[in-house]
C-alpha cells in the first residue's frame, strides 16, 4: 500500500462482496454495478494496494494473501461502521437498531427463542439479528465487531481461548448444564433412570472433538478409569441422532437441547460422573443498552430454566 493512501468505503464493500461470493459478477448483482465497473473498481484497488488482490481462476476469483490481510480488515471496519449505526440509533439509552445475537446450537432449542421472545415484546422496535455456530467461531466475530451479544460455552473443551475477559469481551455466567447420554429406546442400559458411564466403555462414541484438544467426555472417562473408544466423528445434532438411532453409537446431549431429542431415543443422567458445562454470555465491553438488556432477559431464561 502507497503511504497516505485511505481506501474508501465503497471499496471495502465491494472487496467484502467479491471475497465472499467469489465472483465478480455475483458481487455486481449484489451491489447492483455492471460487472465491467466491478473490474475496474477492483483494479484500481489493486493500484492502490500494491499489488494484486484476486487470483483470476477458470470460474470466478479467490483472494491472495494480500487480498485475505486486506478483507480482514474490511470486514473489521465494516462491523465497525454498521457497530457505529447501530449505537446511534441506540444513543442515550434508547432500544432501537439493530442487535446481533450470536448462539451455539443448542442453546437456540429453548433457551435463546425464549430470551428473545420476551425481549421483542418489550422491545418491538428493535431488529434482532441471530447468527448461530461455534463458541469459538462467535467470539472471534465478536472480536471483529460483528456481534453485539453471544451465547458460549466451555464445551467440548473449555471456553475458547481469549475468554479470559482481556480482549475487550466480558462474560457472565449464565447456567451449568448437565450433558445427558442418548441412547436408542431398545438399548439394554434404557430402562434405568441413570446409567453409569462405565457400563458405557464398550460403546463407540458419536461426538465431533475440536482437532488436538482434550474433551469433557474424555475427561470423565479418564474419572471413571477407561478411554472412550473411538469416535464416529458427526458435528451436526441431527445426524447424531440419527447414528444413535440406527445403533452405531451414543451421545452426550446437554440438559438445555433435551427437549429436542426425538421420540426413538431416550436420554439418562450420568449421575455425579456425567460431565457438566457453564454457558455464558459474551459482552463487547462497550454494548449497545439493547444488547445488555437482552443479555437481562438471557439471565432470566437460564434462571426459568433452572427451576
Known amino acids: 500500500m502507497h503511504g497516505g493512501n485511505v481506501f474508501e468505503t465503497d471499496a471495502l464493500l465491494l472487496l467484502d462482496a467479491v471475497a465472499r461470493t467469489g465472483s465478480f459478477t455475483a458481487a455486481a448483482a449484489e ?12 483494479a484500481s484497488l489493486e493500484r492502490q494496494a500494491g499489488g494484486p488482490l484476486f487470483e483470476r481462476l477458470a470460474r ?7 487480498g485475505e490481510l486486506l478483507w480482514e480488515h474490511a470486514r473489521a471496519v ?21 442487535v446481533r445475537v450470536g448462539a451455539f446450537a443448542t442453546a ?10 420476551a425481549f421483542r415484546r418489550e422491545f418491538p422496535e428493535v431488529e434482532l439479528a441471530p447468527v448461530e455456530g461455534p463458541s469459538g467461531g462467535l467470539l472471534r466475530r465478536m472480536r471483529e465487531g460483528g456481534l453485539d451479544v ?28 448437565e450433558l445427558l447420554v442418548a441412547l436408542p429406546r431398545d438399548h439394554p442400559l434404557a430402562a434405568g433412570d441413570r446409567v453409569d458411564l462405565r457400563e458405557l466403555r464398550d ?17 470423565a472417562c479418564a474419572r471413571a478409569g477407561f478411554t472412550p473408544r473411538a469416535s464416529v466423528r458427526i458435528s451436526e445434532w441431527t445426524g447424531k441422532f440419527g447414528f444413535v438411532a440406527a445403533g452405531l453409537g451414543v451421545t452426550l446431549v446437554p440438559a438445555l437441547a433435551a427437549r429436542a431429542v426425538p421420540a ?12 457438566r458445562r457453564t454457558v455464558f454470555t459474551a459482552l463487547p465491553r462497550t454494548a449497545l443498552p439493547a444488547a445488555r438488556a437482552l443479555a437481562g432477559f438471557l439471565r432470566r431464561q437460564a434462571g426459568q430454566a433452572g427451576q
Not at 437456540?108 to 421472545?117: C, D, K
Not at 439418562?268 to 456425567?274: F, W
Open 150 to 177: 453471544a451465547v458460549v460455552s466451555d464445551y467440548p473443551s473449555g471456553l475458547p481461548r481469549g475468554g479470559d475477559g482481556d480482549d475487550g469481551i466480558e462474560f457472565t455466567e449464565l447456567t451449568g448444564d
Open 78 to 98: 465494516l462491523n465497525r461502521l454498521s457497530r457505529a449505526a447501530d449505537d446511534l440509533a441506540g444513543i442515550h439509552g434508547g432500544h432501537r437498531g439493530r
Open 264 to 275: 426413538e431415543l431416550v436420554v439418562r443422567s450420568l449421575g455425579e460422573s456425567a460431565p
Open 31 to 42: 451491489l447492483n454495478y455492471t460487472q465491467s465497473a466491478v473490474s475496474r473498481r477492483i
Open 60 to 66: 470466478g476469483v479467490r483472494p491472495t494473501p494480500a
Open 203 to 219: 460403546e463407540t462414541w458419536i461426538e465431533a472433538p475440536p482437532p488436538g484438544g482434550r474433551t469433557m467426555l474424555a475427561d
Open 108 to 117: 437456540n432449542v429453548a433457551l435463546v427463542p425464549g430470551a428473545l421472545r
